[in-house]
C-alpha cells in the first residue's frame, strides 16, 4: 500500500510539475496560458505528458493491484487506473485553481507542482486502498483539503468555473 502511495505520489508530482511549466511559462501577464495559447509543439507535450500520466498509473496499478479493494486483474487495474488518473486531474486543477486564485508567485506555483502535485492522485489511490483506515484517512484529509480551498477562493466555487473558462474557452461550461 504505500508502495502504492509513494510512486503515485512521485510519478504524478513529476508529469503535473512538468506540465504547470507548459501553462506558465512565458503567460504575457496572465496567470497561466489557456490552451488555445500553447504552441503546437506545446499541444504535442501536453499530449504525451497525459499519456504517460495514464501509462504510469496503469503500471502502478498493475504492480501494486494487491494494495487496493478493487479487484485484482485487468478490469480492476484499469478502474483504478482511470479513477486515479481521473480523480487526481480534477484535484489538481481545484489546487491550481486556488493557488492562481490566491495570488502565489509563478514559482511558488511550480515548486508546489513539483513538490505537492501528486497529493490529490495518492489521495484518491489512498481512498481506493485495502485497510480500512487508509481510506478513512485518506477521506479526511481529501475533506481538509477541500475544505480549505473553498476557504481560500473566499466561499465562492464559481470562481472555478472562471478558471474553467480561462483554460478550455467560454464553451466549456456550457453543457
Given at each position: 500500500?504505500?508502495?502504492?502511495?509513494?510512486?503515485?505520489?512521485?510519478?504524478?508530482?513529476?508529469?503535473?510539475?512538468?506540465?504547470?511549466?507548459?501553462?506558465?511559462?512565458?503567460?504575457?501577464?496572465?496567470?497561466?496560458?489557456?490552451?488555445?495559447?500553447?504552441?503546437?509543439?506545446?499541444?504535442?507535450?501536453?499530449?504525451?505528458?497525459?499519456?504517460?500520466?495514464?501509462?504510469?498509473?496503469?503500471?502502478?496499478?498493475?504492480?501494486?493491484?494487491?494494495?487496493?479493494?478493487?479487484?485484482?486483474?485487468?478490469?480492476?487495474?484499469?478502474?483504478?487506473?482511470?479513477?486515479v488518473a481521473?480523480?487526481?486531474?480534477?484535484g489538481w486543477?481545484?489546487?491550481?485553481?486556488?493557488?492562481?486564485?490566491?495570488?502565489?508567485?509563478?514559482?511558488?506555483?511550480?515548486?508546489?507542482?513539483?513538490?505537492?502535485?501528486?497529493?490529490?492522485?495518492?489521495?484518491?489511490?489512498?481512498?481506493?486502498?485495502?485497510?480500512?483506515?487508509?481510506?478513512?484517512?485518506?477521506?479526511?484529509?481529501?475533506?481538509?483539503?477541500?475544505?480549505?480551498?473553498?476557504?481560500?477562493?473566499?466561499?465562492?466555487?464559481?470562481?472555478?468555473?472562471?478558471?474553467?473558462?480561462?483554460?478550455?474557452?467560454?464553451?466549456?461550461?456550457?453543457?
Amino acid at each position: 500500500m504505500w508502495r502504492q502511495l509513494g510512486l503515485t505520489w512521485l510519478a504524478c508530482s513529476a508529469i503535473t510539475g512538468t506540465i504547470a511549466v507548459l501553462f506558465t511559462h512565458d503567460t504575457g501577464g496572465l496567470p497561466f496560458r489557456s490552451l488555445a495559447l500553447l504552441s503546437p509543439q506545446s499541444r504535442f507535450t501536453l499530449a504525451v505528458l497525459l499519456f504517460a500520466l495514464g501509462l504510469a498509473m496503469l503500471a502502478i496499478g498493475w504492480r501494486t493491484q494487491h494494495a487496493s479493494w478493487l479487484p485484482n486483474g485487468g478490469r480492476g487495474v484499469l478502474l483504478w487506473t482511470i479513477l486515479v488518473a481521473g480523480g487526481g486531474l480534477g484535484g489538481w486543477a481545484f489546487a491550481a485553481a486556488v493557488t492562481f486564485h490566491t495570488g502565489f508567485a509563478p514559482t511558488a506555483q511550480l515548486v508546489l507542482a513539483y513538490t505537492c502535485g501528486g497529493l490529490p492522485f495518492a489521495l484518491i489511490a489512498g481512498l481506493l486502498a485495502k485497510p480500512k483506515r487508509m481510506n478513512l484517512a485518506a477521506a479526511a484529509l481529501t475533506g481538509i483539503a477541500l475544505l480549505a480551498g473553498l476557504v481560500l477562493l473566499d466561499g465562492r466555487p464559481a470562481i472555478l468555473v472562471l478558471y474553467l473558462q480561462m483554460m478550455f474557452g467560454p464553451s466549456a461550461t456550457t453543457w
